[in-house]
């Protein structure tokens, strides 16, 4: 019985991870969805990949940083999210869903951005 459980959590955890982007909605453009099934993933925080600027957020993402979010993408991540964009996270970790292109457009190629509540 503990075993059939254990591989049933194991099964679900991802779609429950996963599950809370495909709900939320970025404030400012509420009209997309933040997620569309593998545009999402914690953003990991390595020297030159997140700071707080005045207006925001600034996230520079190389190409391969920015594929361990979203396969699909081709071109790297250099967006400044403003402020009213940004949304707390579920689990306390920064969170970001990416386009795989259109860097250029008003969003900056970034669908949504998620921050640790405390911040």
């Given at each position: 019985?503990?075993?059939?459980?254990?591989i049933?959590?194991?099964?679900t955890?991802?779609?429950l991870?996963?599950?809370?982007?495909?709900?939320k909605?970025?404030p400012?453009?509420?009209?997309?969805?933040?997620?569309?099934g593998?545009?999402c993933?914690q953003?990991?925080?390595?020297?030159?990949?997140?700071?707080?600027?005045?207006?925001?957020?600034?996230i520079?993402?190389t190409?391969?940083?920015a594929?361990?979010?979203?396969?699909?993408?081709?071109a790297p991540i250099?967006?400044?999210?403003?402020?009213?964009?940004v949304?707390?996270?579920?689990?306390?970790n920064?969170?970001?869903?990416?386009?795989?292109?259109l860097?250029?457009d008003a969003?900056q190629?970034?669908?949504?951005?998620?921050?640790?509540?405390?911040?």
């Amino acid at each position: 019985m503990i075993r059939a459980l254990t591989i049933l959590l194991l099964m679900t955890a991802p779609a429950l991870a996963h599950e809370w982007y495909s709900e939320k909605r970025d404030p400012v453009y509420s009209n997309q969805s933040c997620c569309g099934g593998e545009d999402c993933a914690q953003l990991v925080l390595t020297p030159g990949v997140l700071a707080a600027e005045e207006r925001g957020y600034r996230i520079r993402l190389t190409l391969q940083q920015a594929r361990r979010i979203n396969p699909n993408a081709i071109a790297p991540i250099d967006a400044l999210v403003p402020w009213s964009r940004v949304q707390p996270s579920m689990d306390g970790n920064y969170h970001i869903c990416i386009m795989p292109s259109l860097r250029n457009d008003a969003r900056q190629g970034v669908y949504c951005f998620f921050e640790p509540p405390s911040t």
